[in-house]
């Protein structure tokens, strides 16, 4: 297995789309236009499995607050295909994140910067692994995204 991490570009958002919509489970409808939108004004990161034609297997979406001068960003949707799990890709998606959002903070001349996010509170795996990078544990906010699942915790740390 041969995977690369790479920004996504405008000419992904088709077949981001289709993934996402088909494979990823994410219970939200996404369009083209709306991952164009995100891959223009945030950063989207993709997984792509090189010996199956660079197969989307995993993805990242990275947004900054409202105010980007205030150095706090959202890591949202750190998804990996069910049959790629447990083989590094998100440990990989995350490095990278940190690595761009480094870089994003940087352009705005923000040296220190947080970033954030929310997983279920059941996901033991999505928990060992956010705090293998350092992100702790801050409340548990309730059933924001699907009322079938459990709580949503968010987690934080500071770069």
Known sequence: MSINIRLASIGDASRLAKWMNETDGDPYDWTVTKIELYVLNNFVLIAEDTKKDN????????????????????????????????????????DRAIQESDTYFKRWGIDNFRLFLYTRSSNEPAKTLYKGFGFRENSLVGKMFRKDQSDELLMSRGF
């Open 55 to 94: 197969q989307i297997v995993g993805r990242l979406f990275f947004q900054p607050t409202e105010q980007p001068l205030l150095g706090v960003g959202e890591v949202q949707g750190v998804v990996i295909d069910n049959k790629y799990r447990g083989r590094g890709i998100g440990k990989s998606l995350l």
